[in-house]
């Protein structure tokens, strides 16, 4: 499956932690939150996974602040739209069909699903 953005999964987890504390944070503070979790990253390791980062256009680096492009939800969203471009042929009902034969949703949940679409 293709994804939007091609993100290693420590990439990701750079990009949690920077979520995590919101606007912005120092390369430093970053580095320790990693050491602090018991990851023995050196400086230049976040480095390379920032430049990376700044590469796809999710984070970036002005005077060792780093701010992320996109709010967590919004690279969600741009990450499904490609899974659903890709394995559905863009169709959100055939995802949902696909879905809803996976899993039993009770009657509540299809009532927010609809609601929802409503509102759309």
């Known amino acids: 499956m293709k994804r939007f953005f091609d993100v290693s999964e420590a990439e990701q987890e750079v990009l949690e932690k920077i979520w995590d504390q919101g606007d912005c944070i120092k390369q430093s503070q970053l580095l320790a939150l990693f050491e602090a979790d018991g990851k023995a990253w050196k400086r230049q390791t976040l480095n390379t996974f920032l430049s990376r980062l700044e590469e796809k256009g999710l984070v970036k680096r002005e005077h060792r602040i780093v701010r992320p492009v996109y709010s967590r939800d919004e690279y969600n969203c ?10 559905y042929g863009g169709r959100l009902s055939n995802f949902v069909a696909a879905f809803v034969k996976g899993n039993s949703i009770n009657e509540s949940e299809a009532e927010e699903l609809i609601k929802i679409l409503e509102e759309s």
């Open 78 to 87: 741009m990450q499904m739209k490609a899974a659903i471009d890709d394995m």
